[in-house]
């Protein structure tokens, strides 16, 4: 599914390994030691191979890590990428601790980095919702309205967001959501 926006700047959704998207830059959904572990993060330094932790470990090194709701840039090793932006979602403990803000922190970050870089492409994942536990409906409509108000302003060099979609139901659910609340 995509959706288009001025300057055509485009939104994609799409099922798929993240690992295996060509995109400019890739995000990680990351712990805040920047430690590695399961899910999409075991899957980008297995596909990346050890230079991306080796990054890592100087950045916690200097800064001790990441805070929740932040990301920071590693090159992105031998993935078909350019960087990689690690970002700490939140952990979801019943939605009334500042989860949702920080979860819109997490996209915000990322697109702005992005910015930064001067990139034209980024893929992200759906941060947060596997063994961080937030519920995907709620995680998906941040992240879309994130990327949706970053896409209709004028100003940047970004031209394409991509969310990979580790599953169908997955996918099916931010799809809903872009349907619901489109740009
Ligand atoms: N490509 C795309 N999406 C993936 C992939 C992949 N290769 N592998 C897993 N996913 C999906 C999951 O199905 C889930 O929908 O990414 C989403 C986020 O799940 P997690 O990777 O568990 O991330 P999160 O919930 O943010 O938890 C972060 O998990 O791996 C640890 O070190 C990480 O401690 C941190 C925590």
Known sequence: ME?????????RLKVGDI????????VNAA???????GGVDGAIHRAGGPSI??????IRGKSGGCPTGSAV?????????????????PVYRGGKHGEPELLASCYRTCLQL?????????AFPSISTG??????????RIALAEVTRHLNAQAGMLQQVTFVLFSEPDYRVY????EREPA
């Open 3 to 11: 959706q288009n926006f001025p300057g055509g700047k485009i939104l």
């Open 19 to 26: 690992t295996r998207e060509p995109a400019d830059a890739i």
């Open 31 to 37: 712990n805040s030691a920047l430690a590695g572990g």
């Open 53 to 58: 932790m080796r990054e890592l470990d100087q």
């Open 73 to 89: 840039v590693t090159a992105a090793g031998l993935l078909p990428a350019r960087f990689v932006f690690h970002a700490v979602g």
């Open 114 to 122: 992005a910015e930064e870089q001067g990139i034209a492409t980024i």
């Open 131 to 140: 063994i961080y536990g937030y519920p995907i409906r709620e995680a998906a």
């Open 175 to 178: 799809a809903s959501c872009l």
